[in-house]
C-alpha cells in the first residue's frame, strides 16, 4: 500500500486584505460578518488508496481517502485545532475532493463541523497546482461558535507537488 504525507502550511491572505469589517465581542472574539472567518489554517495529512471505499460527510466514496490534523487561527473565531477528512479522486474523471473539516477551539468547549467541497486541476510543468478552490458549508456549530451565521465559505488553494511523498499548500479561506 502506497502512502502518501502531505504537508499544509497555510496562508490567509484573505484575512489580510479584507475590505469587510468585524468587531470584537467581549471575548476578544469577532464577530463574523459577509467576511466570513478570515481563516489560517495548517494542517499535515497522510493520504492512501481508498480501498475501503470510506466517505466523510454523506458523499461518495473517492479513490484517495486522506486525514489531516493541525492548527489555525480565525480573525473571528480565535485560534483553532484542525480535522480534517475527505476523499480526492486523483485521476480521471477527477478532479474532486469531499469530506468534513472540523474546526474546535483549544479548550474543545466549542466547535465547527463544515462539509469541504472543492476541485483541483493537475500540476503546471513546474509541479504547481494553483487553482484548487471548493465550498464549506457549516453543518454543525457548538458553543460560542453557535452564534456563527450558517453561510457558506469559499477556500482557495495553491498547492506544490514536490519529490514524492510530499505535497504542500498554501489557503486562503473567507
Do not use: W
Not at 33 to 39: K, P, Q, T, V
Not at 57 to 73: Q, R, S
Amino acid at each position: 500500500m502506497r502512502t502518501t504525507v502531505f504537508t499544509v502550511a497555510a496562508l490567509s491572505l484573505a484575512s489580510l486584505v479584507s475590505t469587510q469589517a468585524f468587531a470584537q465581542n467581549e471575548n476578544g472574539q469577532g464577530n463574523a460578518s459577509e467576511a466570513g472567518i478570515g481563516a489560517t489554517l495548517s494542517v499535515t495529512a497522510v493520504a492512501t488508496a481508498n480501498t475501503n471505499n470510506v466517505a466523510y460527510c454523506g458523499g461518495t466514496p473517492l479513490n484517495t481517502a486522506v486525514e489531516a490534523h493541525g492548527f489555525g487561527f480565525s480573525t473571528v473565531l480565535g485560534p483553532l485545532t484542525v480535522l480534517l477528512q475527505k476523499t480526492i479522486e486523483v485521476n480521471p474523471p477527477g478532479p474532486a475532493m469531499h469530506g468534513c473539516l472540523t474546526l474546535t477551539s483549544p479548550d474543545g468547549a466549542d466547535s465547527l463541523v463544515l462539509t469541504y467541497d472543492g476541485t483541483e486541476q493537475p500540476p503546471n510543468a513546474n509541479g504547481f497546482i494553483t487553482d484548487a478552490q471548493g465550498t464549506l458549508t457549516v453543518t454543525k456549530a457548538e458553543g460560542k461558535f453557535a452564534d456563527l451565521p450558517t453561510q457558506a465559505l469559499q477556500f482557495n488553494a495553491v498547492f506544490f507537488v514536490g519529490q514524492y511523498p510530499t505535497v504542500t499548500g498554501y489557503y486562503s479561506v473567507n
